[in-house]
């Protein structure tokens, strides 16, 4: 890890910049076929309703009408889980029971998808969605989970018998709990609640679906994880893998929403009904109320501690709000108490969780994956501790934090850790010393706050951790790197190309990526877990180093030495102990490929990488507050984030992920809140002008520190970063306003009026 490095850790554009840029790129949405339709779903007005009637002679009646299809027109194809947990993803078999159609004969939330229409324009598709009668039975529902978890509450589905789920342990426990609350000088407990949270894509879902004349199903699709969503949508069509193609396009934006199938199915059942090409295009409310968002919990938190500060027991018990349908919610629990009660140290840990289903919008994978819900309770109770100990929050944080070599989150050694370096070196830019704990005056009032956190470079050892990479080198010297990250705006492609780069010794603008078709690309689990630079740079470094050997050794027998005695850098194949002599990688390459002496070979490498490890990155956050006391406004002046994420591939993409992060933790933190109607279960927040995202102008001063060492086992020493940049935002905040105004809000998110009442209440 020590080799000078020529093309990682530098700065370079990359290679979708031009494109997105300059309009170019191409979206889903962008997509156009000959004679392609457009699709619209019908949705249910109702939280929980049967389906009594559908009447669509009218709209079939409608000129331009090709298709509408209703529940009973799609029972020839399977029910599916939507998170893809309903086919073996997890070692140990965690399976969801397929429990969701593509239509549905009893709408189990706001928003549940009951007809589909394909026309030749979008006016007459919407047009032909108002034509379409449907008499409804309005059921009983309920929306909260301690609500459904009680006898006699209204049944949402037929596989989750009292409403339950899923209940789930933390996987990896440890001693007893009990003993170590004894043990404990000092305890501190608290009920903890989280919203759920929308994603806010600037894509909307959307989907184009073909049956071509060999009678495969093309499919252009955003989802995260190409070939488990082609394995997943041959089951539900009863169709063998082969005769599914599925094509990534550009994606604006994933955050875990694209990691479940999206409008697929709907899209696809149109162009099967038509026989022609069908584009499916969500609305905005309907990205809102017909796809998976942040899971939202309840949670009672207690955790012990000597009077040291030295941490002797934790313990949580969950209650998580699944929606209508399972999809991906029921793991947020499970990681959400891994990455928890796994980031200290703590001989005495254990949690259970109950995810219940509601009829209300399903909830799923976001950014974090759980870690957010949990570090947003562990951290506040971490610094109500240190008060009662008399010690500084910087202190307690640091005599607890796990060593390299200690067992990780995940239940496996840790690999590298800086997380001390990112608290003092994060404490330092905030200017903590000079700024925490000092008496506070006056209607404005600042404070600060910090918060940690550990997450995941990948998905091992809980999920399948499986990727692939193919390289060949062409007669230029340039080479096709094979792979299938989905490309949601991480500037992924650019971290493979500068790994795969600095490995054959040539330019990062060398390497072309192929990619975005399951036809093309060898098997590839998919981009979430923050594992996409990790695993799949893992697979491509493998895959460079075995082509580069080809090419040491093609270049020794031409420069007539031993392949050892040779170097390879800025496109050059040199000796080392005399440089001079020394011949360029296009030309070993052309020498390969038109070799007319019975020597020919395509320079190439592949790997299969199955992660066995998994690199914890680590972090520290530090906001700094104003309140207006006579208003309850928080305003965030600014933040810190200090980063261990290994040695940076682009360090700016690190800072990128990272202050979009801080964005999307501030907005969970301060201003966004999903709202349901409690009396009528229609979804409130549907659309920007009610479901209040923090913009450019609500961002403060932000500072991104980046430790830069290098890990043991990542590709040059790379951890994950792309979730870790909002899992400590909102306790931070949280923190910062107790030091501001000494209250404690433990529910999310933090509003003036809940800020007001809690100053009322102090005042009393």
């Not at 690999?415 to 006056?442: H, M, N, P, Q, V």
């Not at 010297?477 to 780069?501: E, F, K, M, R, Y």
């Not at 080392?576 to 070979?601: Q, R, T, W």
């Not at 790997?607 to 490890?613: A, L, T």
Request: net charge negative.
């Amino acid at each position: 890890m020590s080799q000078k490095l020529s093309v990682v850790g530098k700065r370079i554009i990359q290679p979708d910049a031009a494109a997105k840029a300059t309009g170019a790129a191409m979206y889903a949405s962008d997509l156009k076929m000959p004679g392609m339709l457009i699709g619209k779903v019908l949705r249910s007005p109702y939280p929980h309703a049967k389906i009594k009637r559908i009447g669509k002679s009218k709209a079939e009646k409608l000129p331009g009408v090709e298709a509408v299809i209703t529940p009973e027109d799609v029972t020839q194809w399977k029910p599916f889980d939507r998170g893809l947990k309903d086919l073996p993803m997890i070692a140990g078999g965690y399976l969801v029971p397929p429990d969701e159609h593509i239509l549905n004969e009893r709408a189990r939330h706001f928003g549940d998808a009951i007809a589909a229409v394909a026309a030749i324009n979008e006016h007459i598709a919407e047009e032909a969605l108002e034509l379409i009668e449907v008499e409804y039975e309005e059921l009983p529902f309920v929306i909260d989970p301690e609500e459904a978890m009680k006898p006699g509450a209204p049944q949402v589905s037929d596989v989750a018998e009292g409403n339950i789920g899923k209940h789930l342990s933390y996987p990896f426990p440890e001693g007893d709990v009990e003993k170590g609350f004894k043990e404990a000088d000092c305890i501190v407990e608290g009920t903890f609640s989280t919203t759920k949270q929308e994603h806010c894509t600037a894509e909307t879902a959307a989907a184009v679906a073909h049956l071509d004349v060999n009678g495969r199903i093309n499919i252009w699709s955003q989802c995260q994880v190409a070939h488990m969503a082609r394995r997943e949508i041959a089951h539900i069509f009863n169709m063998p893998v082969s005769k599914v193609k599925l094509m990534t396009p550009l994606v604006g934006g994933g955050f875990g929403q694209r990691g479940s199938v999206c409008a697929e199915p709907i899209c696809i059942a149109l162009a099967l009904k038509t026989g022609k090409p069908v584009k499916l295009e969500y609305t905005r409310e309907e990205n809102f109320t017909a796809l998976e968002s942040r899971t939202g919990f309840k949670y009672n938190l207690k955790i012990g501690f000597k009077q040291d500060g030295t941490l002797t027991a934790m313990q949580v018990y969950m209650l998580g709000r699944l929606g209508g349908y399972m999809g991906c919610g029921p793991m947020a629990s499970v990681i959400g108490m891994v990455f928890g009660l796994g980031h200290y140290r703590c001989p005495n840990r254990a949690g259970e969780a109950d995810m219940v289903m509601t009829n209300t919008p399903v909830s799923g994978a976001f950014r974090g994956f759980g870690n957010p819900a949990m570090m947003w309770g562990i951290e506040q109770l971490v610094d109500e501790a240190a008060e009662k100990l008399g010690m500084n929050p910087l202190k307690i944080r640091l005599k607890n934090i796990k060593k390299a070599g200690e067992i990780a989150n995940m239940g496996l050694r840790l690999e590298s850790t800086y997380l001390d370096e990112c608290i003092k070196r994060g404490a330092e830019a905030i200017g903590w010393k000079e700024k925490w704990g000092k008496k506070k005056e006056g209607k404005m009032r600042r404070g600060v706050g910090i918060a940690t956190m550990t997450h995941c470079s990948g998905a091992a050892p809980l999920y399948l951790d499986h990727s692939n990479a193919f390289i060949k080198l062409n007669e230029d010297g340039s080479a096709d790197l094979t792979v299938h990250p989905a490309p949601l705006g991480q500037h992924i492609w650019g971290a493979l190309s500068q790994i795969a780069a600095e490995e054959l010794g040539i330019l990062a603008e060398d390497i072309h990526i192929v990619t975005g078709d399951t036809d093309i690309t060898l098997f590839e689990y998919g981009s979430d877990a923050s594992r996409s630079t990790y695993a799949i740079g893992s697979a491509t470094l493998i895959a460079a180093h075995q082509a580069k050997e080809q090419i040491l050794e093609r270049a020794a027998k031409m420069l007539g030495v031993s392949p050892d005695e040779l170097e390879i850098k800025e496109r050059q194949v040199y000796v080392k102990a005399n440089p001079k002599k020394s011949i360029p990688v296009a030309d070993v390459c052309y020498d390969a490929i038109y070799n007319f002496k019975g020597e020919c070979l395509n320079i190439s490498g592949k790997c299969s990488w199955e992660g066995r490890w998994n690199s914890s990155p680590t972090g520290a956050f530090f906001a700094e507050v104003e309140i207006n006391t006579e208003t309850g406004r928080v305003k965030v002046i600014k933040f810190v984030t200090a980063i261990d994420c290994g040695k940076a591939i682009n360090p700016m993409t690190v800072e990128g992920q990272l202050e979009g992060g801080m964005q999307q933790g501030i907005g969970y933190g301060l201003t966004e809140d999903y709202i349901i109607n409690k009396d009528t279960g229609v979804v409130e927040s549907d659309n920007y002008d009610t479901y209040k995202m923090p913009g450019i102008l609500d961002m403060p001063e932000t500072e991104v520190v980046i430790i830069d060492k290098p890990d043991p086992k990542g590709p040059f020493g790379a951890k994950g970063v792309g979730e870790p940049g909002m899992v400590g935002v909102a306790p931070a905040i949280a923190n910062a306003i107790y030091d501001a105004i000494g209250v404690r809000i433990k529910d999310l998110p933090i509003t003036p009026e809940k800020v007001l009442k809690a100053l009322g209440e102090k005042s009393q």
